[in-house]
T-cell receptor, first 114, second 112 residues
Framework: NAGVTQTPKFQVLKTGQSMTLQCAQD?????MSWYRQDPGMGLRLIHY???????DQGEVPNGYNVSRSTTEDFPLRLLSAAPSQTSVYFC?????????????FGPGTRLTVL | GESVGLHLPTLSVQEGDNSIINCAYS??????FIWYKQESGKGPQFIID?????DKRQGQRVTVLLNKTVKHLSLQIAATQPGDSAVYFC???????????FGTGTRLTVIP
């Protein structure tokens, strides 16, 4: 099993550009989530999904969109990047339909917005 | 909601000594707690968890203690090794919540 994979590992954007951060898991997990981690801070939840076709907002959803068309994939879209979105983004998944269980994290995507 | 704080954002220990990382939480309804380890440039990795019906749980070289009365838990690492150098997060949750809530973490540095 590859676990949770994320692409790209690094990305530099200009203000106003759009992009999609990819996340995939091969563990047949129902629950998937996106976090951002800023320097010296913990992880803050952006969006999460409890199954295909179901998504919900987390603590810091503004500026981000998600969709969940399959169990395996949970892409995160930045429609118009802003410097405040410079961060490291982690995708995670867990079994069941709740994020209260052990979550498995991907390696992260380091995003810089100029 | 949940506010999670860590006592001592940084901790340095000598190799071979025991480490104790503390975590305070605010929500008295929190009933499930996970400790994660995050090495530099990597995603967080599960270490150990504990439910509120327990006050102690042991793993391999790690022990988590939970004091619900004062809303505090600690992670003890025995015979700390250089590979233990990382940031450690506690992440509480409670029945009805869909997620974990991460604190800011404690950076553990092991001195050879």
């Amino acid at each position: 099993n590859a676990g949770v994979t994320q692409t790209p590992k690094f990305q530099v954007l200009k203000t106003g550009q759009s992009m999609t951060l990819q996340c995939a898991q091969d563990m047949n997990h129902e629950y998937m989530s996106w976090y951002r981690q800023d320097p010296g801070m913990g992880l803050r939840l952006i969006h999460y999904s409890v199954g295909a076709g179901i998504t919900d907002q987390g603590e810091v959803p503004n500026g981000y969109n998600v969709s969940r068309s399959t169990t395996e994939d949970f892409p995160l879209r930045l429609l118009s990047a802003a410097p405040s979105q410079t961060s490291v983004y982690f995708c995670a998944s867990s079994s069941g339909t709740s994020g209260r269980n052990e979550q498995f994290f991907g390696p992260g995507t380091r995003l810089t917005v100029l | 909601g949940e506010s999670v704080g860590l006592h001592l954002p940084t901790l340095s220990v000598q190799e071979g000594d025991n480490s104790i990382i503390n975590c305070a939480y605010s929500n008295s309804a929190s009933d499930y707690f996970i400790w994660y380890k995050q090495e530099s440039g990597k995603g967080p990795q599960f270490i150990i968890d504990i439910r509120s019906n327990m006050d102690k749980r042991q793993g391999q070289r790690v022990t988590v203690l939970l004091n619900k009365t004062v809303k505090h838990l600690s992670l003890q690492i025995a015979a700390t090794q250089p590979g233990d150098s990382a940031v450690y997060f506690c992440a509480p949750s409670w029945t009805g919540a869909n997620n974990l809530f991460f604190g800011t973490g404690t950076r553990l540095t092991v001195i050879p």
